[in-house]
């Protein structure tokens, strides 16, 4: 038998997940699952008025927070952007702001995958570290607790140096370092490198230039010999 029109009307709307797709029929129960499944700042950022997972603060504020004024000292949008609408070409991923690539590294002999413009930056100025023996691209994983599961964290790099000291890199911009679930990643990596010998270091856009620095006089240095 078909629905009348007043039951096709009070039909409970379901909530899709932006960035696998997953449906549910409570509002709560799809938020908790974009914060437990994905990661803040890449896959979704959380509202400053309303604490929801949203895609673009810019575009939430317009229909859900028309009153306020937009937040300037925060994310804006996520890095990575899912696109699953009917209405879309296709089905797919698109990164508006993420430039992805290979960097071809001589003191590693092979190509290593950078997922960002900082990623890519801070490999050049480690190949030509003089400082530096060799670095390693996603070297381990580590296991993290957050919001009641357990996941595996992914570091960026593994540095090791001249002086045979290592050291675990992550690379973020400074707008997702006070993410909490990022905080829990780098706890973790903080006693694994306790454990192994190492130091964890989360390097920013902020220390790209003193490290650029460095480089340009360890150049010079060796122009002037």
Request: hydrophobic share 30%.
């Amino acid at each position: 038998m078909s629905k009348s029109f007043e039951d096709a009307g009070q039909q409970k709307r379901k909530w899709m997940c932006f960035v696998c797709a997953k449906s549910y029929e409570a509002f709560d129960d799809y938020k908790k699952h974009i914060v437990t499944e994905h990661e803040e700042g890449r896959e979704y950022i959380k509202c400053p008025a309303c604490d929801a997972p949203v895609r673009d603060i810019k575009t939430h504020y317009a229909v859900k927070h028309p009153a306020r004024v937009i937040p300037t000292n925060c994310q804006l949008k996520v890095t990575v952007w899912h696109d699953f609408s009917p209405s879309g070409k296709k089905k797919g991923t698109r990164k508006p702001r993420v430039q992805t690539g290979y960097f071809v590294s001589e003191k590693m002999q092979r190509e290593v995958k950078y997922r960002s413009r900082l990623e890519a930056d801070f490999y050049a100025c480690l190949e030509a570290d003089d400082d530096v023996l060799y670095f390693e691209a996603e070297p381990c994983k580590i296991p993290y607790f957050w919001n009641g599961q357990w996941h595996n964290y992914i570091p960026d790099i593994r540095v090791r140096f001249v002086d045979d000291t290592d050291q675990l890199w992550e690379i973020k911009p400074s707008s997702q370092t006070d993410y909490e679930q990022n905080k829990a990643k780098w706890a973790s990596a903080n006693n694994h490198c306790e454990s192994v010998g190492w130091d964890f270091v989360v390097q920013t856009e902020d220390a790209l230039g003193t490290y650029i620095s460095k480089v340009e006089r360890q150049r010079a240095r060796k122009l002037n010999n």
